[in-house]
Each structure stands twice: as structure tokens, then as C-alpha cells.
């Protein structure tokens, strides 16, 4: 019993090192909201300006972008911070889960190649949200579109890589 007991109180406490590592963590990067809404309207802006008028003008609040007479407010949520820190969760949740699997060397390259193509996965979601806004409707764009299309994407993200990846990360039987 007393090994038991051990073993759950020892358990238990990892768990919640990692739980406020990770919260403390979180609430680290959630501050680096404007970095990434800079840099992600500063690309989408770039792309854009090939073939429509546009303006990018940096304000307290985040970037906003214009395009034609379409502006959008490129904010904390739409800055890709809350994808990134999702994948990273499940990223290190299949690690500690899979440990024992894993080549974690290989597992650990592949985290940051993991993480920009999230971070850029997320300049097409607003790449695709600007275009849905210019060519269908704006309401529906910042409304219906906005809402739904980053958990999609992100899915098909994870998904995708995990399927791409999961052979070069798994030790061999």
C-alpha cells in the first residue's frame, strides 16, 4: 500500500510541476500576441499588395490591415498564438504519452519544423479569411468564416503532420 500510495503522490506531483510550468509558460508567450500579429499582417499585406491597394498601419490594439475597403483588425487571436500553443500541448502530450516509442531525438528536430509550419499555416487562414471578406462577403468573413476556420485548418495541420511525421518518430519494432 505504502508503494502505491508513492507511486500516485509521486505521480501526482509531477503532473503538477508540469501543470504550472506549462500555465506559467502559457501566460509567457500569450504576451508575445503583437510580435506575431505584426509579422503575420506585415506577410499578409506583402502578398496582397501584389494585386489590390493596400495599408497596414500598427496601432496599440494590433495591426490593421486594408485591403481595397476591406480592414481587418489582425488581434491577439488572430496573431497564431493560441494555434501554436495548442500544437505545442499536443505536440508534448504524444511525447509523454509515446515516450518510451519515440525516437525523441527525432520527435524533438521535428518541434520547431512543427511550429513554423503552424505559424505560416496561420498567415493562410488570414490569407484566406481577407480573401473570403474581398470576394464574398465581409460579414461573413469576420463572422461565421472567423470563427470556424482556425479549428479546422489547425486540425487539418495537426493531422497532416502527425500522419507525415509519425514513421520518422516511431522507433522501428
Same mark, same amino acid.
Given at each position: ?114 511550429? &513554423? /509550419?503552424?505559424?505560416? +499555416?496561420? #498567415?493562410?487562414? @488570414?490569407?484566406?479569411? !481577407?480573401? *473570403?471578406?474581398? $470576394? %464574398? ?11 470556424? &476556420? /482556425?479549428?479546422?485548418? +489547425?486540425? #487539418?495541420?495537426? @493531422?497532416?503532420?502527425? !500522419?507525415? *511525421?509519425?514513421? $520518422? %518518430?516511431?522507433?522501428?519494432?
Amino acid at each position: 500500500t505504502k508503494n502505491l500510495v508513492f507511486k500516485i503522490n509521486k505521480g501526482l506531483f509531477v503532473f503538477f510541476l508540469v501543470g504550472v510550468v506549462y500555465y506559467f509558460s502559457f501566460l509567457h508567450f500569450q504576451k508575445l500576441w503583437s510580435f506575431f500579429s505584426k509579422i503575420v499582417s506585415t506577410i499578409t499585406e506583402k502578398i496582397f499588395s501584389l494585386f489590390y491597394p493596400t495599408k497596414l498601419v500598427l496601432t496599440n490594439s494590433g495591426p490593421i490591415l486594408t485591403i481595397n475597403n476591406f480592414k481587418v483588425l489582425i488581434g491577439a487571436p488572430c496573431s497564431g498564438i493560441d494555434s501554436m500553443l495548442l500544437f505545442t500541448t499536443l505536440f508534448f502530450l504524444i511525447f509523454f504519452l509515446d515516450h518510451k516509442k519515440l525516437n525523441k531525438k527525432r520527435m524533438l528536430l521535428l518541434f520547431p519544423v512543427g511550429l &513554423i /509550419g503552424m505559424f505560416f +499555416f496561420n #498567415i493562410f487562414r @488570414i490569407f484566406l479569411l !481577407l480573401l *473570403t471578406g474581398l $470576394y %464574398i462577403s465581409e460579414d461573413f468573413a469576420v463572422g461565421l468564416f472567423h470563427q470556424n &476556420i /482556425g479549428w479546422l485548418l +489547425f486540425i #487539418i495541420y495537426f @493531422i497532416v503532420f502527425y !500522419l507525415i *511525421t509519425k514513421n $520518422y %518518430i516511431y522507433k522501428k519494432k
